[in-house]
């Protein structure tokens, strides 16, 4: 049954962004938030779906486990906690290193033990492995590896995961990851027709869902409430010249329309059809 949160995104989100720790559990996510999008007329690629990874990238494998070794070196147990703990509220600090997450009964600790099964359901996670699994990137997968092995991940989570959004790249040791990902994975995933090359439009949206009208798909809710429907004889005009103009059609864009169009209707004279003509030395210019 899903829950609220997921039914409030499939009815009014573009672009929903999850982290899921293997494609297995996000491929189920994609696939059921998609069908509930349906369920309210829409059309599921209005939706898009983005997750986070955190890649260690090398010039070789060797290398690749070599740094994400030195970053386990580096990385704080009681630091990765309290990141755990802030954005869950599941308090880890007070369980011993060895103590198993099947032996805390707490309802945030079956949530736990359900998110660690989904990693990895062969093991008895312990307090000081999970720790280390969340020592350098929290819940967000670390794959490690060359360029190549990098980008068969990402590879894998648009074709197994279902992820169709893009993803949010986490750095973790800022801005070296960024240098080594642009200049050794972004070529490669060019390369497999996975990343783009240049951008066609110029809006988010249109990122997204391909060049066209950079507003809300019809299907949306809230398309309904879109100004450009409910007064489109003030979007007639010519684009205004002055930005004075411009706050004055925005504010009549806030009147309600049938008090704009009502006045003229009837034949009566309304400040709402005053002619505007702003003076040449407008200092707005």
């Not at 309802?107 to 989904?118: D, I, N, R, T, W």
């Not at 019809?218 to 409910?230: E, L």
Request: hydrophobic share 35%.
């Amino acid at each position: 049954m899903p829950g609220r949160w997921m039914r409030f995104a499939a009815k009014h989100a573009e672009a929903s962004f999850v982290v899921f720790p293997n494609t297995t559990v996000c491929r189920a996510y994609c696939d059921r938030i998609r069908e509930l999008a349906a369920e309210y007329g829409r059309d599921p690629r209005h939706l898009k779906i983005l997750t986070a990874i955190a890649p260690v990238v090398g010039t070789t494998d060797a290398e690749a486990r070599r740094k994400h070794q030195e970053m386990l070196e580096y990385a704080s147990p009681e630091d990765a906690f309290a990141l755990f703990g802030g954005c869950t509220g599941i308090d880890l600090s007070k369980y011993g290193p060895g103590d198993g997450i099947e032996e805390v009964q707490s309802e945030g600790m079956q949530f736990l033990a359900q998110y660690f099964s989904s990693v990895d359901s062969t093991r008895e996670w312990t307090m000081r492995e999970i720790a280390e699994f969340l020592s350098i990137a929290s819940v967000i997968p670390v794959p490690v590896g060359d360029y190549r092995r990098i980008a068969d991940e990402f590879e894998r989570w648009i074709v197994e995961g279902g992820v169709d959004g893009g993803f949010n790249f986490f750095s973790i040791d800022s801005p070296v990851d960024y240098t080594t990902f642009v200049d050794l994975v972004v070529p490669e995933l060019q390369r497999r027709g996975l990343l783009r090359k240049e951008y066609e439009a110029s809006t988010l949206r249109e990122h997204y869902f391909g060049k066209g009208p950079p507003r809300l798909a019809n299907d949306h809710p809230g398309a309904a409430y879109s100004v450009y429907r409910i007064a489109p004889p003030l979007f007639n005009v010519a684009r205004p010249r002055h930005r004075v103009e411009q706050a004055f059609i925005l504010t009549m864009a806030r009147v309600d329309y049938g008090e704009l169009v009502g006045p003229k209707r009837t034949g009566r004279r309304s400040a709402y059809h005053a002619p505007f003509r702003p003076s040449p030395r407008s200092p707005f210019e």
